[in-house]
């Protein structure tokens, strides 16, 4: 056997090498209160937990409270009434599948069942069209303000509408949909109307928005992730319905074979009780005030941030980003917003690169987390020299041919040995190893149609677990 403390320090080089999760200069993926001690209660609180079952809350009754418990904090965070109910998920993309799970099986007599889509929805809602066969209604949103068109989403809505979707906020550009007239709409024809306030939920009740909660008429369902802006170990989101009779079709139960009778709320059947665990405790320890306090440090941090962008030559912000996520584009043509993100990275920050996508263009989002208090001002000094640097060096140039060339591809009758090709082409053929600097790479991602992405990177990803 290895020591422990051997096994941990490998542990810790290996981890050595990751973006660092605190201190507020990652800013995608991870999410950080700077509250001292609290990754130590969670992770004492997950060791209490981490064996415990979900899959049998009547065996292991201390979960069931758990969850109840964080449901109803959700709950009461965002509206709820006395009916609403909810589930603890994995996460923000399983309480999205679920929704849209929950809202097909509702509805049986749909041969055909569709979904209508702000096209800034996050992408959890293709993945959940992708596995349960639903079709994707997109709707094209504001090209300005990037929010949805209450007129165009409800023109969308059919006989065959199973769910519409909004964000509370988006990912992308951080702006809040429209929520009553498009819940509204949704009503008034039979649909169910999902608030994908996954990323901002914690936080919106805090800031100065529409509504957007089930004080809101027609909204049906709401997903809301405590591993974001409740600042909990990854691993915990929450999925409530605004009652027990529209969260039954997202149950799963089989008894058609000789073991157990399989009873699941979510896509999992064993559930750990640790991420639960540890939220719960999370919850209790911050509190009320203590996330009114959190939410505005990271909405104060958030908007010193988008002043500060606006005041930056040659960068600007896209829409009015109402919460803490920041979608930061070039105002001309002088240099690559990718080349920002790499500069950014030499001066140890992370930002996050997102190609053009319809009305949006490249940009960089920055998800803005209580952790970024009181560092805005270097963030912004980096931001601007980082941006200086870029246009020394010019925009990154794929020549012509080569986007023809990309263009012409056709994801679906390309070898294997043409997509190793294309992965050495890109920048991406070193045995999963990225390049240092990712500009040119993702120059040449852009150019390639969304579907042939998707192919190469599916590749990549094969690359890397291998
Ligand atoms: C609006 C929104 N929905 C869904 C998700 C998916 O959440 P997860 O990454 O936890 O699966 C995210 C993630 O950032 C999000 O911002």
Redesign the pocket.
């Known amino acids: 056997m290895t020591a422990p403390d051997d096994v941990l320090a490998e542990l810790r080089a290996l981890r050595a090498g990751d973006l660092p999760t605190h201190g507020g200069r990652t800013l995608a993926y991870v999410y950080d209160s700077a509250v001292p001690g609290l990754d130590d209660l969670a992770a004492r609180a997950h060791a209490l937990a981490s064996s415990v079952n979900g899959l049998d809350p009547t065996a292991f009754p201390s979960l069931l409270r758990l969850e109840n418990d964080v449901v109803a904090t959700a709950a009461r965070l965002l509206g709820g009434t006395a009916a609403t109910v909810g589930t603890v998920t994995?996460?923000?993309?399983?309480?999205?599948l679920l929704a849209v799970l929950a809202a097909r099986e509702s509805r049986p007599g749909v041969a055909a069942p569709s979904m209508v889509l702000p096209e800034t929805?996050?992408?959890?809602f293709h993945k959940a069209a992708h596995y349960f066969g639903v079709r994707v209604v997109a709707v094209p949103v504001d090209p300005k303000t990037f929010r949805a068109d209450p007129d165009a989403m409800a023109a969308a809505i059919t006989d065959d509408t199973v769910l519409v979707v909004v964000?509370?906020?988006?990912?992308a550009h951080g702006v809040v949909d429209p929520v009553e007239p498009i819940a509204a709409a949704a009503r008034e024809r039979g649909a169910r109307c999902h608030v994908?306030?996954?990323?901002?939920g914690w936080i919106l009740p805090h800031a100065d928005v529409e509504p957007f909660d089930f004080s809101v008429p027609g909204v049906t369902s709401i997903?809301v992730?405590l591993?974001?802006y409740a600042y909990c170990p990854?691993g915990t989101?929450v999925l409530l319905h605004a009652d027990a009779a529209l969260r039954r079709a997202q149950y799963f139960a089989s008894a058609d074979w000789p073991g157990y009778t399989m009873l699941n709320s979510t896509t999992q059947s064993t559930r750990s009780g640790g991420p639960l665990a540890a939220a719960w405790a999370v919850l209790r320890h911050i509190g009320d005030d203590g996330y009114r306090d959190l939410a505005r440090r990271a909405l104060a941090s958030a908007r010193l941030i988008r002043d500060g962008v606006d005041g930056i030559a040659g960068l600007r912000v896209l829409g009015a980003p109402e919460s803490t996520?920041i979608a930061v584009t070039a105002t001309g043509e002088d240099f690559d917003v990718f080349t920002v993100a790499d500069e950014m990275r030499a001066r140890n920050w992370y930002v996050q690169p997102q190609f053009a996508h319809r009305s949006s263009p490249a940009n960089l989002h920055l998800?803005v987390t209580a952790a970024n208090a009181g560092n805005e001002d270097e963030l912004l000094a980096d931001l601007r020299d980082s941006v200086a640097a870029a246009v020394a060096a010019g925009p990154v140039a794929v020549a012509p041919e080569v986007v023809a060339a990309i263009g012409a591809l056709d994801p679906d009758s390309l070898t294997p040995q043409e997509f190793a090709g294309l992965l050495a082409a890109a920048g991406l053929g070193g045995g999963g190893v990225l390049p240092e600097r990712m500009a040119t790479v993702n120059a040449l991602l852009a150019a390639a149609p969304p579907a042939l992405r998707e192919r190469i990177l599916v590749e990549f990803l094969g690359v890397l677990y291998s």
């Open positions: 994995s996460g923000g993309t399983e309480s999205c929805a996050h992408a959890a964000s509370a906020p988006s990912y994908d306030a996954c990323i901002g997903s992730d591993h974001k990854k989101s996520l998800t």
